[in-house]
C-alpha cells in the first residue's frame, strides 16, 4: 500500500480530534490486519474512488473514547452509545476524509467519496471496498482507543 495515501488520512484524523475535540491521539505502529471484526464500538466507513485506485478507509472507535469525544466537542453527551454518537461518528470519518482529500488533491490524487456508513455494536464487522490488504493504525488518547483503517487495490 502507498504511504502517500496513509499519512494524510493519519494526519487528518490526528488534526481532527486535536482542534474539534481537544484530545492528542498517539498512533501506534501500522500492522496488517487479517479479519473484517472492528476493534472497537463504532465505526465510520466511506469508500473513495480515484483514476488511480479505488479503496475505503474506516475509523472505528471504543465507546468510552466516541462518548468522551462527545463531551468534549458539544460539552455534554449521552452515557452510552446511541444515534447521537453514530452521527458524531460518522461526521468525524467525513471531516477525516475530507482534510485528506484535500492534501492528496495537491499531490495529484483526485478521489471521489460515498457518504459515510457507520455501524455499532460489540464484534461488528468493516467491509472495505477493495481487494487490498487491510492496514490498521491503533491510536491511543487518556480516554481510550480508536484505530484506523485503510484498504485500496493493489
Known sequence: MNVEFINPFLSSMLNVMST???????PEKPRLKKNEVAMGDVSGLIGMVS??????LSITFEGKLALATMKK????????????ITDL???I????TGGAKRMLSEKGFEFD????MVVSGIN???????????????????????FI??????
Open 20 to 26: 474539534m475535540a481537544q484530545m492528542e491521539l498517539v
Open 51 to 56: 483514476a488511480q485506485t479505488k479503496g475505503s
Open 93 to 96: 470519518t467525513n471531516m477525516v
Open 73 to 84: 466537542m458539544v460539552g455534554e453527551g449521552p452515557d452510552e452509545v446511541n444515534e447521537e
Open 149 to 154: 483503517e485503510f484498504s485500496f487495490d493493489k
Open 124 to 146: 461488528h464487522t468493516i467491509h472495505h471496498k477493495a481487494d487490498g490488504p487491510i492496514i490498521i493504525i491503533p491510536l491511543n488518547s487518556e480516554f481510550g482507543k480508536a
Open 89 to 91: 461518528v460518522g461526521e
Open 113 to 116: 467519496m460515498a457518504t459515510p
